[in-house]
Structure formats: C-alpha cells, structure tokens
C-alpha cells in the first residue's frame, strides 16, 4: 500500500479532504518511508528520500527543489500552479496604486494633521503594461489591469496569442518593448534564461516615468543595477516582493529609498494569510491525488531541464 506523507500546514477540513481522494493510501508521519509528499521537503532529507515516488508542491515555485536536487529525477514532480493568480495579482494592483496615487506620502501627512495636496498622482488608466511572464499569475496580472483601462502586453517564450493580453510577444522583443512601458510585472520563475534579464543594459532602456513590480523571482533584476538607476532618479519606482538575496541585506539603499515599496515575499502567501487560496492549493492537489490513484496524467507536471 502507498504510504503519504501531508506536509504542509492545510486545515484539518483541507486535510481530511486531500486523504479522502486516496483511499487507498495509508498516511504516515515517516518521511523516509513515504512514497508521495503533499506539500515540501525540509533541507535535511535532501537527496535522501530515496522511495520518494512523486512531489506534489503545494507551491507554484519548483526551483528551491530542482536546483538543490532534492528528488531524485525518477520522482515525479507536480507543483500548484494555478493557485497563487487571484492573491499575486491583487498584491501587485495593490502596490501600483499605493506608488501611482502617492499613498504613502498621504499615509505621512495623516499622522501629522497635515492637509496637503501632493500633486504627483498617476492612474493606471492609458498606461502601458509590460508583464514578462505568461503564466496564471501574469494572466490574472493582465485580467484586472485592463479593468483598470490598460494595454497589456505579454512576453512568453513563444509569440502565442493569449486572450488576456492585448498583445503577446517573445522574449527576443524585451528590448524593442522595454521602452514604451508604463509598468513592468516580472511574473517569471527562477530559470537559467531568466537570471538577470533585466540587466544593467536593459534598464537602461528603460524609461525615467516607469514602475517596476517583481513577484516572480529576485534574480530576474541586477539588484545593483536598479538602485543605480533609482538612485539617478531615473525610475518612477519600484514594487519588490523577491530579492536576490533573502531577507534582504540591511545595509540595501532600496530601504530607505521612499519611491520603493519593499515587502518580504508575501505576496503570494496562503496558508495562514489567504483562506481561499489554500483552498485552492488543497483543490489543485486533490485532483491530482484523484488522478495519481486512478493511473491517469497529473496536472502541473514540473519541466525539469530549463534549458530548453
């Protein structure tokens, strides 16, 4: 008999619910012997686990797991991709409007009694936004801020047409792209490909009226290259919820920086902050556990070789 381990913090609702889609699994607390894993592995069984027969993430993120080589290549691995849109993408509306409606200089005048016009306010309405990223989180990115009355474009591996954006385009149009944007979301993953893909060079193009927002992964951005530019007064701001390096240093110049909003990587939380999307992590899991015990596909499959 199959024996599963739950490791990850559900509700005992959510729970009970993923061990009644396999009724034919016996759970153990022994994560040696198990040979499914709902949820993540703690460093120290790191390339250890070896009756590890298939990970099931309850994250979107794999690359904590395939960098580290945590499992085995025989173990299959499934991650939650699907669950983290809805919560991501209002985190990022969130945070564009605090920075664009100059809501923290406002948060500042209230605790003074001071009534003070401003003056520096933005609307997303007409802006352009570049999403690099094509995933459920760039999609539902893409959804709300063309609600807001904004042109979206999405930057993928391929051209393919989605119909959450306005346009679509590859990779190899970054640079051709960069310059007219409004906004930029990295909604990307942690990849070879994507490792510093905005660089200093490709800051550069970008324009001083801009907004970066970073929900993807830290290393997408030359951290150094962006405190200089922000620095020069050559962006409008930037909206960080991933680093480079995490927690993030506390001699960084971005702390003190008041057009930067700096938060640590919450912005795709879900067990005990977002009820509905650990019901969704406990959704997307439970389908698979369906799937697994009948023999058929699983979803969210996670490509290992990122070089392709």
Not at 22 to 36: G, H, L, M, R, V
Not at 192 to 221: D, F, Q, W, Y
Not at 253 to 268: A, D, Q, R, Y
């Amino acid at each position: 008999m199959m024996k599963i381990l739950i490791n990850a913090p559900f509700s005992e609702e959510n729970r009970l619910g993923l061990l009644s889609a396999c009724n034919d699994f016996q759970e153990t607390d022994d994560i040696e012997q198990a040979d499914i894993i709902v949820g993540d592995i703690p460093d120290e069984y790191f390339g250890k686990l070896y009756n590890l027969k298939w990970l099931q993430l309850a994250s979107a993120g794999a690359d904590r797991i395939i960098y580290n080589k945590a499992v085995s290549d025989k173990t299959v691995l499934t991650n939650a991709s699907g669950a983290f849109g809805e919560v991501i993408s209002e985190y990022v509306l969130g945070g564009i409007l605090c920075l664009f409606r100059d809501f923290f200089s406002y948060r500042e005048n209230q605790s003074e009694k001071r009534w003070y016009d401003t003056k520096n306010e933005r609307m997303i309405s007409g802006s352009t936004v570049l999403i690099l990223g094509c995933g459920n989180i760039g999609k539902c990115v893409s959804k709300r801020l063309r609600a807001f009355g904004a042109n979206t474009i999405g930057i993928r591996k391929s051209r393919d047409k989605s119909s959450e954006f306005d346009e679509t385009y590859s990779v190899e149009m970054l640079d051709s792209l960069l310059p007219n944007a409004d906004i930029i979301v990295c909604a990307l993953p942690r990849t070879p490909k994507t490792e510093h893909l905005l660089n200093r060079e490709r800051l550069m193009l970008i324009k001083h009226s801009a907004l970066i927002v970073n929900v993807g992964r830290g290393n997408v951005i030359e951290t150094n290259s962006l405190c200089e530019k922000l620095k020069r007064g050559e962006l409008f701001g930037a909206v960080l919820d991933v680093f480079e390096n995490e927690p993030l240093e506390q001699d960084s110049p971005l702390w003190n920086m008041k057009n930067v909003f700096i938060t640590p990587h919450i912005s795709g939380k879900s067990f005990g902050h977002s009820e509905r999307t650990e019901n969704l992590i406990a959704m997307i899991c439970k389908e698979n556990l369906r799937r697994f015990s009948d023999g058929r596909p699983l979803l969210n499959i996670v490509e290992r070789d990122y070089e392709t």
